[in-house]
């Protein structure tokens, strides 16, 4: 499988995506429904980037036909 994400962009949604799984730990959000609701949609996003920062891969850059990696 190709990787299509860069070094940088792997960082980037490393580090943001852990900062979103985060988000619902804080309490700041959950306090009504929609907190919770947007709690749940950062834990999907955090989730989502990580694991995109972690494989090098990204499907939506896929579609698009971008690509960030630097080809050697």
């Known amino acids: 499988m ?8 792997r960082m980037m949604r490393i580090v943001f ?6 988000v619902p730990f804080t309490n700041f ?8 609701l947007m709690a749940g949609v950062a834990i999907i996003v955090g989730a989502t980037l990580v694991l995109s ?6 499907y939506v850059y896929k ?7 630097k080809v050697s």
């Open 63 to 69: 579609f698009l036909g971008i690509n960030t990696c």
């Open 29 to 36: 959000l959950t306090s009504d429904w929609i907190g919770q």
């Open 53 to 58: 920062g972690a494989i090098a891969r990204c």
């Open 2 to 9: 190709d990787s299509n994400v860069g070094n940088l962009d």
């Open 17 to 22: 995506g852990f900062l979103l799984l985060s």
